[in-house]
């Protein structure tokens, strides 16, 4: 009988239903133009493009032009790739052009689907954003779909690391624009430390298409972005601390593996105490809990955490003497990623490879809030329904089902649990081999590199031929995954590495043209590829006869998404399918999430060595457990969010003052401005307005003048005068600036002094910006202590942060007004000394701004800008008046080429 819920949705269809029922009759518009859209030349395609375009920027709205484009799109695809859009496909393009997520099996054509609403939106003339989770799919993506777009007489272009600023500037000025979600945050922190708009390469921030939208939006949300430069050198503490936590004990450190930490306990503290002090690190009667030890105590907890909670092949991998950071949610390598804090500087002590030094932040942002600078969002996966509740309350993004073209054929069995992982592993060996003999293909997804290469041991002493895909794999990812689908093959992959491309029955027939022909170049390729269909038409048969593609996994991930995601590669486009888990109770979730009630039940049913239990409640439980994670998952989600709120008002109101700084081709009102605030500033500090004339500290205020102003002025003799205060004051202080900056002027002329004044702002707002940006992050690693006081750190941080802001706005007006005040033109004799000291470091290696990301418990990631050239000025960023000069000469910059003339 069906309970009233169950009975309502019979009725009445789910929410979902009705959505997907609500633009058939959009789909069936669009199919009633295909034949409209056939009969027309490949030139007319191109025409009907420029009609479309010229009518959506006269105001016409996207969304009436939408059936005559989805049209025009799917024939172009037809025609540059052989392949015509499933009904489910236009759906799909549909929901992402209404700002959707479109849920949408694996195999069921995403890459395809993205043209649609791309095309669509472009139209606008703002340029669309396709983001990908790797740079490999969003070049390879890039060229494939690229043809359609060419198709229709579009732009398309890609951007990837270390691109050429004026190709990635081209890449961004295309029609559609490929790019990696990392790539894209990056650029948007790149444009904001320009010096002027011509080297900006993004624009409009109008449309972006989020492919794998879950791992983009969700899993990697927990990891801000951050440009950042490197401090001072500590190798020498790294390696010494290192030397010291293996020789600690059980009683010397907690391990919360639920939380992802590592402390140190009282024992622990004492014992590290005395090496230290004995090892010289701490100084002579100084303690671990006095607040000179802030730093050592730093990064003794660093050291710790490297030794106890970041394993080698599971976290990281060590290539070519340099620790390679590996995504815990695809198993890919995160080259050019660095933990910040000391973090990968203890893992590099750890591994005995070279200690780069770490890094300053010079200017971040989280994911959400890159994303949320979009106008209209959209996203693709084949699992987001559950993350639906984070993608409506942080990007106000629904999530939509899409039907799949075929039925699912796929069946997904209970899973398996066994008491220990050795019975667990001789059940997975049994059932792959039973598979194997069966001809059917096995894909076995592992959650670390190192249990992989375990199963591949144990598989090579079998006698069973196998192929490992894991970040050590990263390059022959896409041919391993393509050939996972041949009869019998037994393909490992670390969770989800090889998203993206798809597994199919039979082997990839494109893959195996392309491999035949580099062994055989001059075989003809079209009896080539006959030999090969026909050949591949067999396999298929032989796979579809064994049962399809059986996904057989070794462990539960602690996000059901990942679980899904697994499952799914097998079934797709209607064919057969199977999926198992194989669970024991000393994996790390079972382990983790309370297997002792489990275990307990299981020495009451008297279970012998190598059964094991498989029932419904099983998998309802483990279910819960992995709810539980993801929602702990969001919270700490959420928090990064709520901080970076907060910080991110002020980072808009610095970008966009620099945008207009940059923007403006007279910036001499701003600097004026700034110059009489800080002159009200001084006068009212010195000579409070509600004091007598006997109070005031007109000493004080001549000398400030000198200081800030750069100029002599008799304020005490002014002061002793029959009838003047303050305002009187004031008003001479300001004359006299003014014609002194005025005289300044007609010595550099109108124009050189506009470039200065422009330059001295820039600069003077990115280094209060960078010094800003340190002291919130200090102040975010202390604000959760107010927290034991009763009083909420969110709410202390915002107060704070905003005081600090205010700060630093002032301090901006006062450095700004300062330095102009000083600059004056060179003698010839400076000029020629400043020329030869540039020459001579022509040669010079110029240092680079360093990527980094920090650790997801509330870390930051991020990426690198690319390298500086010594003999170049124009790319040095901007370097903080105190730095060494950049061009090597050992001078200050501010004595040096910042000496501005």
Known sequence: ???????????????????????????????????????????????????????????????????????NCREA???????????????????????????????????????????????????????????????????????????????????????????????????????????????????????????????????????????????????????????????????????????????D??????????????????????????????????????????????????????????HKDQNYIVKDDEIVLIDE??????????????????????????????????????????????????????TAATEAEEFADIYKLGVVEVPTNRPVQRIDEHDRVYRTGTEKYAAVLEAIKESHERGQPILVGTTSIEK????????THAGIPHNVLNARQHEQEAYIVAEAGKPGAVTIATNMAGRGTDIQLGGNVEIKVMEALRADPDAHPDQLRERIEAEHAA????????????????????????????????????????????????????????????????????????????????NKSLERAQAKVEGRNFDIRKQLLKFDDVMNDQRKAIFSQRREIMDSAEVDEVARDMRHQVIDDLVEEYMPPRAYAEQWDNAGLEKAVVEKLNMNLPVSDWA???????????????????????????????????????????????????????????????VGFRGYAQRDPLSEYKTESFTLFENMLDGLRSDVTQQLSRIRPLTDAEREQMMRQYQDQQAQQQQQMVPQHEEAEGGEASAQAPGFNAADPATWGNPSRNDPCPCGSGEKFKHCHGRLA
């Open 720 to 782: 002793a005068e029959e009838g003047v205060d303050q305002d009187v004051i004031r008003e001479r202080i300001t004359e006299a600036t003014d014609t002194y900056m005025a005289e300044k002027e007609a010595g550099f002329g109108p124009e050189t002094m506009r470039q200065i004044e422009k330059q001295v702002l820039l600069q003077a707002i990115d280094q209060k910006w960078r010094d800003h940006l340190l002291t919130l992050e200090h102040l975010r690693s202390v």
């Open 77 to 251: 695809a037809r025609r540059a790739l052989g392949l015509r859009a499933f009904d489910t496909q236009l759906m799909g393009g549909i929901f992402l052009h209404q700002g959707n997520i479109a849920e949408m099996k694996t195999g069921e054509g995403k890459t395809l689907v993205a043209t649609f609403p791309a095309y669509l939106n472009a139209l606008a003339g703002k340029g669309v954003h396709v983001v990908t989770v790797n740079d490999y799919l969003a070049k390879r993506d890039a060229e494939w779909m690229g043809k359609v777009f060419t198709q229709l007489g579009m732009t398309t272009g890609v951007v990837y690391p270390y691109q050429p600023d004026a190709e990635k500037r081209d890449a961004y000025q295309a029609d559609v624009t490929y790019a990696t979600n990392n790539e894209l945050g990056f650029d948007y922190l790149r444009d904001n430390m320009k010096g002027s708009v011509e080297e900006m390469v993004q624009r409009d921030h109008f449309f972006a298409i989020v492919d794998e939208v879950d791992s983009i939006l969700v899993d990697e949300a927990r990891t801000p972005l951050i440009i950042s430069g490197p401090s001072q050198d500590r190798s020498e503490l790294y390696v010494t601390l290192n030397q010291f936590i293996p020789q600690l004990t059980d009683e």
């Open 253 to 310: 450190f907690k391990l919360d593996e639920k939380a992802r930490n590592a402390t140190f306990t009282e024992e622990g503290n004492e014992r590290m105490e005395q090496m230290l002090s004995a090892a010289g690190v701490l100084p002579e009667g100084q303690t671990l809990y006095d607040p000179e030890s802030t730093t050592i105590v730093h990064h003794a907890n660093q050291a710790l955490r490297a030794h106890k909670l970041f």
């Open 539 to 618: 396999d298929k048969e032989k796979v579809l006869a064994s049962g399809g593609l059986f996904v057989l996994a070794t462990e539960r991930h602690e996000s059901r998404r990942i679980d899904n995601q697994l499952r799914g590669r097998s079934g797709r486009q209607g064919d057969p399918g199977r999926s198992l888990f194989f669970l024991s109770l000393e994996d790390d979730l079972m382990r983790i999430f309370g297997s002792e009630r489990l275990d307990a039940v299981l020495s009451r049913l008297g279970m012998k060595e190598g059964e094991a239990i498989v029932h419904p409640w099983v």
């Open 329 to 382: 949610f695809t198993g890919r390598m995160m080259k050019g990623r660095r933990l910040s804090d000391g973090l990968h500087q203890a893992i590099e002590a750890k591994e005995g490879v070279k200690i780069q030094p770490e890094n300053v932040t010079l200017a971040s942002v989280t994911f959400q809030n890159y994303f949320r600078l979009y106008d209209k969002l959209g996203g693709m996966t084949g």
């Open 1 to 71: 009988m069906l309970g009233l819920g169950s009975l309502a949705k019979k009725v009445f269809g789910t929410p979902n239903d009705r959505k997907v029922k609500s633009i058939r009759p959009l789909v069936a518009k669009i199919n009633a133009l295909e034949a409209e859209a056939q009969a027309r030349s490949d030139e007319e395609l191109i025409a009907k493009t420029r009609d479309l375009q010229a009518r959506a920027q006269a105001a016409e709205s996207l969304d009436a032009l939408l059936p005559e484009a989805f049209a």
């Open 452 to 459: 992989s290469e375990m199963l591949a041991n144990m598989l």
